[in-house]
């Protein structure tokens, strides 16, 4: 199975302020389509995820610009240009290049 | 209004049997594949099943390989996830998702215990 690893396990960021998150791949994420199946979700406390990017770098329909998403092969960042406070919960990346997905671990943004 | 509802979830002892029902409305359920996401409590997101849209093709994540089943009732709207031989590793809260057009339901807690 391929292996993701977020990081950092959790952030502190005050409203206004960027923030970043890495995910890294265990194998390389890019299909023989030309697609790389790397997927972001955020999952806001007492909800199911919800997704924020598809494809490495695209937004999901209603998904604010100050997200957004980079990266090919195995290194892929997600990046919040100016923190709110509606953004605080669990990011997770996922990948569906190989069954089984498998999701990293996840990021915990909380508001300073 | 577009929804997936699960239920079916509750306490059981181990090794025993349960089935989940994931329910949908308000979109054209027929057309898409259906997968099962898992969270433990205070844990991450696990992937456990897929169901494609005609119900032909099933995959599962190794750990519920053999015990797990995911079916569907498309006349019914609605997909099942039949889990047997229940362990105390199982218990989760289960997600019924349409990924590709992330629809998720509000997930049933299912818990394994004597």
């Known amino acids: 199975d391929i292996v993701m690893t977020q990081t950092p396990l959790s952030l502190s960021v005050t409203p206004g302020q960027p923030a970043s998150i890495s995910c890294k791949s265990s194998?390389?994420?890019?299909?023989?389509?030309?697609?790389?199946?790397l997927y972001w979700y955020l999952q806001k406390p007492g909800q199911p995820p919800q997704l924020l990017i598809y494809?490495?770098?695209n937004r999901f329909s209603g998904v604010p610009d100050r997200f957004s998403g980079s990266g090919s092969g195995t290194d892929f960042t997600l990046k919040i240009s100016r923190v709110e406070a509606e953004d605080v919960g669990v990011y997770y990346c996922?990948?569906?290049?190989?069954?089984?997905?498998?999701f990293g671990g996840g990021t915990k943004v909380e508001i300073k | 209004q577009v929804q997936l509802v699960e239920s079916g979830g509750g306490v059981v002892p181990p090794g025993r049997s349960l089935r989940l029902s994931c329910t949908a409305s308000g979109f054209n359920f027929s057309t898409y594949s259906i997968h099962w996401v898992r969270q433990a409590p205070g844990k991450g997101l696990e992937w456990v099943a897929v169901v494609s849209a005609d119900g032909s093709q099933k995959y599962y994540v190794d750990s519920v390989e053999g015990r797990f089943i995911i079916s569907r009732d498309n006349s019914k709207d609605t997909v099942y996830l039949h889990v047997n031989s229940l362990r105390p590793e199982d218990t989760a809260v289960y997600y019924c998702a349409a990924l590709v057009i992330d629809f998720w339901g509000q997930g049933t807690l299912l818990t394994v215990s004597s």
């Open positions: 194998q390389s994420l890019l299909n023989s389509d030309g697609k790389t199946y």
């Open positions: 494809e490495v770098s």
């Open positions: 996922m990948q569906s290049v190989q069954h089984p997905p498998t």
